[in-house]
């Protein structure tokens, strides 16, 4: 697949993923160069970013059989997660806020933020698994997994949920 047919299909499935959450009113996402971490969204513009790379390198991965509609499930997948992310976890800034004011007093500002990213990360990852039921996050997660270079792998998730706990016991002690 070409770049140009890249950004056709990912129009598409934007029409696809949009539809999923009753068309949201955001920004065109945008297709970059650089290789961070896949995907992200910027909760100050709301503009989705997808990196290409990082659509490419699933090809061949057994993600699907052929690279053109490894690309589609890919793009699908990262849209849907980013979206995911906007909808509901975090889904505001507000919540952003909210969790790292929970976390005051137990950890340092930037552990607080790592396990926030962490949590959201988690919550999203198995929005998509079991109340979506998107046909290519585990196939896609355990390919990350394997590269060793998923911050939010499905190794991890329990022990970070497990430490995300304390937050939640130190923010029901606040609310109360
Ligand atoms: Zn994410």
Redesign the pocket.
Known sequence: MTNKNLKQTMKKEWQNVRKKFYYPQLPQPQLVEKIKGG???NFENLETTVEEPYVKSFRGKGIAATDEESDTIVLNECLT??LT?YMKHPGSVFNILRLQKAGQGIADAETISRLRRDY??AQ??LDLIVAQNHPGTISIARELNQRGAYP?SLSKFQGRILELNLLDKRENLLVN
């Open positions: 995907g992200s969204f997660h980013e992310h959201t990360e999203t990852n939010g």
